[in-house]
């Protein structure tokens, strides 16, 4: 997950991606927001998929999820067009240019070009920076002075959530692999794709039109996707649509005439991909087919999933997560982490550690327990969520795993299928080669593969003697 804390030390006067409050910094002029996943929305109440923070209801002893909104917030969000440079004035005579970029990670999802008083960043936020990607983005007319060395990039705040040497699939190879794999099935065979997050849809378009057969998605799934059609009031039967793939989604007007999109509400189909939460009783069946994505493919035939990326592999299944705590309730957490006997020394420990590094960083704490697992009460057992905070840290690395279920003589009951929506580290190395940066800084932070890794990100500065820091 992302750990940027929302600082550009070029341009101290904005925040991006992280809007709590820094208590020796003054408030911002300007914030921005890149996309709607969870770990970039830390202190900022907008327009997104509900947010399931939990409180601590010690009298009880549980942990309590509560819904937040952030539909009284929406006069205030002010939505920029792609590639289109854009002046912002931070105060009286204070001006900076600030150019969205679409960032190939979910829909809405954008890079910024900060520009002003003679500096120049790039914030990439969450990026599936593929070959076809950085081809695009160096043609872009408002990046081509830096593509081609006519202006240098200050920094590039660059997603890192990937930098182990592992190669990654395309998203359109895995989507082909996918494809290859369910064609196997009879033709009444039901699907269920795993996916509760956004970034998806692409998977979901090319599914629909391989089988023939729309998607079942839960009503609020539908709404949303819905919201990303626009209709004009003179012209009812003409509309915009927000994101490239909206059309296809949720359908569209030709002429006088609608033509559906691939989601629906019907539960009589082939494909689903409702909330587990509100599964349909169509898709619960055993004989089911479950779709998984992974981050990637291995050469020995294993697959590497996804484990702690924040907007991936927690996203895929809707999980509960820990407010931010106060020093009041960190004191009575540790004392509950003293008395569970059934947690090793080691393990408390690291729990503790967590929790106050949660309550330095503002950042909520992510449980591994989902609501669909939660008895249909937005609640759990206070010592069940210590203990999911322990499990957590386990899973320092993504898991590699060679099965799918099945047997030499059936087919596979999970499909998974390899469609990583962050870059893999050659990946990173080519978009950071295409701008040749005076800096990076990791906005995904692992001490351990940043001091490996991180200098041979450097060679691809424009200064490739100097070695890359960080300093959290």
């Known amino acids: 997950?992302?750990?940027?804390?929302?600082?550009?030390?070029?341009?101290?006067?904005?925040?991006?991606?992280?809007?709590?409050?820094?208590?020796?910094?003054?408030?911002?002029?300007?914030?921005?927001?890149?996309?709607?996943?969870?770990d970039h929305l830390s202190g900022l109440e907008t327009l997104k998929s509900?947010?399931?923070?939990?409180?601590?209801?010690?009298?009880?002893?549980?942990?309590?999820?509560?819904?937040?909104?952030?539909?009284?917030?929406?006069?205030?969000?002010?939505?920029?067009?792609?590639e289109s440079p854009t002046a912002i004035e931070l105060q009286p005579g204070d001006f900076i240019q600030v150019t969205l970029f679409d960032a190939n990670h979910c829909p809405g999802s954008v890079m910024f070009l900060i520009e002003g008083q003679g500096k120049a960043i790039l914030y990439t936020g969450d990026i599936r920076s593929e070959p076809w990607f950085v081809n695009a983005i160096t043609r872009s007319p408002a990046l081509i002075e830096y593509t081609y060395g006519m202006k240098t990039l200050d920094t590039i705040y660059?997603?890192?959530?990937?930098?182990?040497?592992?190669?990654?699939?395309?998203?359109?190879?895995?989507?082909?692999?996918?494809?290859?794999?369910?064609?196997?099935?009879?033709?009444?065979?039901i699907f269920y794709i795993q996916a509760w997050t956004y970034g998806y849809e692409d998977v979901w378009v090319a599914l629909s039109k391989a089988l023939n057969s729309p998607i079942h998605v839960d009503d609020y799934k539908l709404r949303i996707y819905n919201s990303l059609n626009t209709r004009a009031e003179p012209r009812p039967n003409s509309g915009a649509h927000l994101t490239p793939t909206a059309a296809a989604l949720t359908g569209f007007m030709c002429g006088n005439t609608p033509q559906p999109g691939?989601?629906?509400?019907?539960?009589?189909?082939?494909?689903?991909?409702?909330?587990?939460?509100?599964?349909?009783?169509?898709?619960?069946?055993?004989?089911?087919?479950?779709?998984?994505?992974?981050?990637?493919?291995?050469?020995?035939?294993?697959?590497?999933?996804?484990?702690?990326?924040?907007?991936?592999?927690?996203?895929?299944?809707?999980?509960?997560?820990?407010?931010?705590?106060?020093?009041?309730?960190?004191?009575?957490?540790?004392?509950?982490?003293?008395?569970?006997?059934?947690?090793?020394?080691?393990?408390?420990?690291?729990?503790?550690?967590?929790?106050?590094?949660?309550?330095?960083?503002?950042?909520?704490?992510?449980?591994n327990i989902n609501l669909s697992s939660s008895d249909g009460a937005p609640s759990t057992d206070l010592r069940r969520a210590i203990l999911s905070i322990a499990s957590n840290q386990s899973k320092a690395a993504p898991p590699r795993d060679c099965s799918e279920g099945g047997n030499e003589t059936s087919l596979p009951n999970t499909i998974r299928f390899p469609y990583s929506r962050h870059s893999s580290y050659a990946e990173l190395c080519h978009l950071v080669d295409a701008f040749r940066p005076r800096d990076v800084w990791p906005c995904t932070f692992h001490l351990e593969a940043w001091q490996s890794r991180g200098e041979l990100l450097a060679r691809a500065c424009v200064n490739a003697s100097r070695q890359l820091t960080y300093c959290p």
């Open 1 to 38: 997950m992302s750990t940027f804390n929302g600082l550009v030390s070029e341009f101290p006067d904005i925040r991006i991606d992280f809007f709590r409050h820094h208590e020796s910094l003054t408030p911002p002029l300007a914030c921005f927001l890149s996309h709607v996943h969870s």
């Open 158 to 189: 660059l997603d890192t959530s990937f930098i182990d040497d592992i190669p990654f699939q395309t998203k359109a190879e895995g989507i082909a692999e996918l494809l290859r794999k369910v064609q196997r099935y009879s033709k009444d065979t």
């Open 50 to 82: 509900p947010l399931y923070p939990c409180r601590i209801n010690y009298a009880r002893g549980i942990v309590e999820a509560r819904q937040q909104t952030y539909k009284h917030l929406s006069k205030v969000i002010k939505p920029l067009p792609l």
């Open 262 to 367: 691939c989601l629906t509400s019907d539960q009589n189909v082939r494909l689903h991909s409702c909330e587990s939460g509100n599964m349909c009783a169509i898709a619960k069946h055993p004989s089911v087919v479950r779709i998984q994505p992974v981050i990637a493919s291995l050469p020995d035939g294993g697959v590497m999933q996804e484990v702690g990326i924040g907007g991936g592999g927690e996203d895929l299944e809707r999980e509960m997560e820990l407010g931010i705590p106060s020093w009041s309730d960190l004191q009575s957490l540790l004392e509950i982490i003293k008395a569970l006997n059934n947690m090793p020394e080691e393990a408390r420990g690291e729990c503790a550690r967590v929790l106050t590094e949660a309550l330095a960083s503002g950042r909520n704490l992510p449980l």
